[in-house]
């Protein structure tokens, strides 16, 4: 185990883009294995719905493994390698933080969660949609329908990650901390996506429409 974390040291250090590029989509590839899993025992769980496929075996959908492994190829390395690396010198450089402090971790925690987060979930949702064949109508209503919930329930979370991982990783190995982090994550937005108008959803949105009906009020 050692001697493979030191090759993967030497080739980020060599080639710091493609190393995380590969990186990205073998997790993302591993992740979405665990979230079929997750959506095969959880359907099948779900005595009230009386499917015929419900008794079935679980097999991995290798097409679905591999549409998610280019998310990761195509989307989080090469955008989370320079975001990451990004955000770091902007604070240090523009905003003149010093590193490691209580400001500069709020500030990236807060930048992450406003600009990289929404925006990893919308591309996620998008190209997901697109990926199993929907057109753009079916896209857009998967969207408006999983994203918001998804945001609210990863704004409790991914903060705690992250304050973890500015305070304390170097910034070369932040994507591949949020990557293994993605393992669980793809599980947790596959199980969103499976639920589609669940009530917790609904009831989700229901929360934010009577906040912002209040706030213009």
């Not at 989370?80 to 500069?104: C, N, T, V």
């Not at 199993?132 to 990863?154: M, N, W």
């Amino acid at each position: 185990m050692l001697r493979l974390w030191k090759w993967y040291q030497n080739c980020l250090s060599v080639h710091p883009v493609k190393t995380q590029v590969i990186s990205s989509g073998l997790i993302w590839g591993l992740g979405d294995v665990s979230a079929q899993a997750v959506t095969h025992y959880t359907a099948k769980t779900q005595r009230h719905h009386h499917r015929p496929d419900k008794n079935k075996e679980f097999a991995i959908n290798w097409r679905r493994v591999a549409t998610t492994s280019l998310f990761g190829f195509a989307f989080v390395g090469p955008i989370g390698h320079f975001w990451y690396e990004g955000l770091d010198r902007f604070i240090r450089l523009r905003l003149q933080m010093q590193p490691k402090s209580l400001r500069f971790v709020a500030t990236k925690v807060a930048l992450d969660g406003i600009i990289f987060g929404p925006l990893d979930l919308l591309v996620f949702f998008t190209y997901m949609g697109y990926s199993t064949g929907k057109d753009t109508a079916q896209v857009v209503e998967g969207v408006k329908r999983d994203f918001l919930p998804a945001l609210i329930l990863e704004g409790g979370i991914w903060p705690i990650v992250q304050v973890a991982n500015f305070r304390y990783i170097p910034v070369r190995y932040q994507l591949l901390y949020v990557n293994f982090f993605c393992l669980l994550d793809s599980s947790f937005l596959s199980w969103i996506e499976q639920q589609e108008d669940a009530a917790w959803k609904q009831w989700l949105k229901s929360i934010v429409r009577l906040k912002e009906q209040k706030e213009q009020g």
